[in-house]
């Protein structure tokens, strides 16, 4: 198993302010999350693209993560469809003015709320209208949340079919008490679809973004498991700060400054 091989695949999210300056030494990308909170499409929407600008400067790969409170492709409410697709499209322009092609969604599943069987149809039939409209290279990875099982998820990808249509395992997120699966076990399943994988650890309950040492989640073999399966796939470190999981990588072989 070659652990550098994480290192040309790596990107450190922007929800760490200082993500470039820890990015640059090691080479590494970026993933925006400037645009989580929709607020900021509609209120200084120039000025938080210029940070962006700012935070990409010297990087040379990047994903844009879309925003995600109350918005779900399967959406009972007509007009709440429409708002969710109407931030997809808005985030596919921001990303495209920020030369940006590869787009993170939350699948946006609720348990209780929606059933699994209408969370996949209602899904595969939006996105599946939602491909027609997106830009050539563009592709889209929905990611799991409150899921309690990659097959979901799955399920839509499968039911697309569309190669511009993959997944996003969030290792944190498959370490919560809405998991019923443990996160080594996301990842074979997930894999003929899974594009990128965000990193952090939690102790099993909250989803605490918790830097790569700790937490429940046994970081080494996961991120092996992952490099074998998935020869592919990139990665985000998704903490507000971002040094402790860079110093775990480093002491585990994984990566080194340039």
């Known amino acids: 198993m070659d652990r550098s091989a994480l290192q040309s695949r790596l990107h450190i999210s922007s ?5 470039r300056e ?4 090691f080479g590494l990308g970026i993933e925006i999350a400037e645009f989580c909170w929709a607020y900021y499409i509609d209120c200084g929407r120039e000025e938080h693209i210029e940070k ?3 935070m990409m400067a010297g990087c040379d790969r990047f994903v844009f993560h879309a925003p995600f409170a109350e918005l779900a492709a399967c959406a009972i409410d007509p007009r709440a469809r429409e708002l969710a697709r109407t931030r997809y499209t808005q985030s596919v322009g ?14 946006g599943y609720i348990p209780y709320v929606y059933y699994p069987e209408t969370y996949v149809s ?48 969030d ?29 952090h650890n939690n102790r099993g309950e909250r989803d605490t973004h918790n830097c790569l040492g700790d937490g ?3 970081m080494e073999a996961l991120l092996d498991k992952a490099l074998a399966l998935l020869p592919n796939a990139t990665f ?23």
């Open 52 to 54: 962006c600008r700012d």
């Open 15 to 19: 929800i760490d302010e200082n993500c």
């Open 94 to 107: 921001l990303a495209r003015e920020l030369g940006i092609s590869r787009i993170v969604i939350h699948g």
């Open 236 to 258: 985000t470190i998704e903490n507000m700060y971002c040094a402790d999981s860079l110093e775990w990588l480093k002491a585990h072989g994984y990566i080194e400054q340039r």
């Open 122 to 169: 209602e899904s595969v039939r939006f996105w599946k209208e939602f491909l027609k409209e997106l830009p050539q290279g563009f592709e889209i990875m929905l990611e799991n949340v409150m899921e309690p099982s990659p097959a979901m998820l799955v399920d839509i990808a499968k039911g697309v079919g569309d190669e511009r249509l993959g997944l996003c395992l």
């Open 22 to 25: 820890h990015a640059l030494p």
């Open 216 to 218: 429940s989640i046994p």
């Open 171 to 199: 290792i944190g997120h498959a370490n919560t008490v809405v998991s019923e699966t443990l996160p080594m076990e996301w990842i074979e399943p997930m894999a003929p679809y899974l594009k990128h994988v965000h990193i």
